[in-house]
């Protein structure tokens, strides 16, 4: 199991900006990684899917040009860079790790194919 710890949630006023990381646990790989959110409420939606090269990249249509997500080998962490941020993108989130390679693309977005999550981190965007 791939141990992920997410941080830096917080509030911000919308329009603001906020950068969560994920760090994975030291020694082990996530080869395809995503975000993921949860709204009270609401299930569980995608936010952003990146490959293992960070070259790939793919997103959900209600944050792509606002959300950017890259990752650091060095640091063994993958980052999600929120700009614009909007009251509707109040949510916990998580990260998720999928250490076996195969396809990490668009449908990794649905999130039923990650086998190991964070613990989340809350995200509160007034308006």
């Known amino acids: 199991q791939v141990q992920l710890v997410e941080s830096g949630g917080g509030s911000v006023q919308a329009g603001g900006s906020l950068r969560l990381s994920c760090k994975i646990g030291d020694g082990q790989t996530g080869y395809c990684m995503g975000w993921f959110r949860e709204a009270p409420g609401k299930g569980r939606e995608g936010v952003a899917v990146?490959?293992?090269?960070?070259?790939?990249?793919y997103y959900s249509d209600a944050v792509k040009g606002r959300f950017t997500v890259s990752r650091d080998h060095n640091k063994n962490t993958i980052y999600l860079q929120m700009n614009s941020l909007k009251p509707e993108d109040t949510a916990t989130y998580y990260c998720a790790a999928d250490r076996d390679l195969g396809y990490c693309g668009t449908r990794r977005l649905s999130g039923t194919d990650f086998p190991d999550w964070g613990q989340g981190t809350q995200v509160t965007v007034s308006s």
């Open positions: 990146i490959a293992y090269g960070g070259r790939s990249t």
